[in-house]
């Protein structure tokens, strides 16, 4: 896409003698005869990449252009090279103050000044990608300090519900129960959010690759879907579970909890109270292992059916019980099935349900 360069300048034979020869250059040149138009061109979208700015003009002069524009903030980053005729070192410094990168003085030769708008903007980019990996490095450490400074009193609450129920049932008190469940289901879920959190940060920076370990995948299916019913127990859940009596795959173990928590999170979501959502686990050959979850829900629209894999993507409030979370369920398992060469995929029918398949491309081991 072209760069435009603003040429601010009463001279109307230098506009057109600047903008034939940069529009020579592959830029896209617009020009403004007056202060006033300069600023009006510099401030409507879309913006200059770079102007060059006549000091000397009827009324208001480049100087106070320059001045205006710099305290914009959605003009003030945009890059300013003074072209005049005032030659002396207290004008070329109140040129600078007023916010220019560069002062070329009249007459100029095109070929420096072709150079020095390149040279601007080649400066101008570098500084602005520096400013992003900086902002970028800033969230990515801001994140993951506070996902790991609430990890810890999150497990002391977990803890304390632990040493809680202990005592409760050492007691034969069971009025504390529900109470119980609350704060487990409650920290628990703030658990999961802090290390989604702190996975989106290792995502987003590239510093999460696949590590296979030989899971026992009955055994972890097992424990998640527990996991899932015991916090959808007040609503009656009950997951059937398919699945052979062994099978290994090759996977992370906590790349892989961290999937079958999302997948199996949101068929307790959507499926009514009292219903049996359907996890079925089988060999898929050569291509490894398939695992497939069924909800009881109202499904999903196609034209929708993509978009939720997006990141942040909410789904309708009314298809739940439950509040939407972030959105990145289904982004973070399809993002680490994918690390495996593996998949997320998904397939409703309005009023029918909502089936998620996994696949793991790993030849199976012992599947009996």
């Known amino acids: 896409m072209a760069r435009t360069v603003l040429v601010i300048d009463d001279d109307e034979a230098l506009q057109k003698w600047v903008g034939f020869e940069l529009g020579r250059e592959g830029f896209q040149v617009v020009t403004a005869a007056t202060g006033p ?14 102007i060059l700015l006549d000091v000397d003009m009827p009324g208001m002069n480049g100087l106070d252009v320059a001045s205006t524009l710099q305290q914009n903030p959605d003009t003030t980053g945009i890059p300013i090279i003074f072209l005049t005729a005032r030659v002396s070192l207290k004008d ?12 070329l003085t009249k007459p100029f030769e095109m070929p420096e000044l072709i150079a020095r708008v390149k040279a601007t903007l080649h400066l101008s980019e570098v500084q602005r990608e520096k400013a992003r990996r900086d902002l970028e490095a800033y969230k990515s450490n801001l994140a993951e300090n ?4 609430l990890m810890t009193p999150v497990s002391k609450v977990l803890n304390g519900a632990d040493i809680l129920a202990r005592l409760a049932y050492k007691e034969n008190i069971t ?11 409650g920290a628990g879920e703030l658990r999961w959010l802090m290390e989604d959190l ?6 987003s920076d590239k510093a999460v690759g696949p590590f296979r370990q030989s899971v ?39 790349h892989l909890n961290h999937i079958l928590h999302h997948l199996l999170d949101n068929a307790g979501k959507f499926s009514p109270p009292g219903s049996r959502p359907k996890v079925t686990v089988r060999s898929i050959g050569q291509a490894g292992a398939e695992i497939e979850i069924k909800d009881q829900g109202q499904g999903i629209k196609p034209e929708l059916q993509q978009q939720v894999f997006d990141k942040f993507y909410q789904v309708d409030m009314s298809m739940t019980r439950e509040s939407g979370g972030l ?38 081991a012992d599947w009996t």
Not at 37 to 50: M, S, V, Y
Not at 146 to 149: A, C, T
Not at 198 to 203: F, K, T, V
């Open 216 to 254: 026992d995948l009955p055994q972890t299916v097992r424990a998640m879907v527990e996991q899932t019913q015991a916090k959808y127990r007040r609503d009656n859940l009950t997951f059937e579970l398919d699945m052979p009596t062994t099978a290994t795959v090759n996977i992370h173990r906590k």
């Open 327 to 364: 959105g990145l369920g289904l982004y973070i398992a399809r993002t680490l099935a994918r690390l495996y060469d593996g998949d997320v995929t998904l397939t409703s029918k309005p009023g029918r349900g909502v089936t998620v398949r996994l696949t793991i491309p790993d030849q199976a």
């Open 146 to 149: 506070m996902s790991h400074e």
């Open 92 to 103: 070329k410094m109140a040129g600078f103050q007023a916010g220019g990168v560069d002062y």
């Open 37 to 50: 138009d300069g600023l009006a061109t510099a401030q409507a979208e879309p913006r200059p990449d770079i």
């Open 175 to 185: 009025q504390f129960d529900p109470v119980i469940e609350i704060i487990r289901n």
């Open 198 to 203: 702190l996975l989106i940060n290792q995502i």
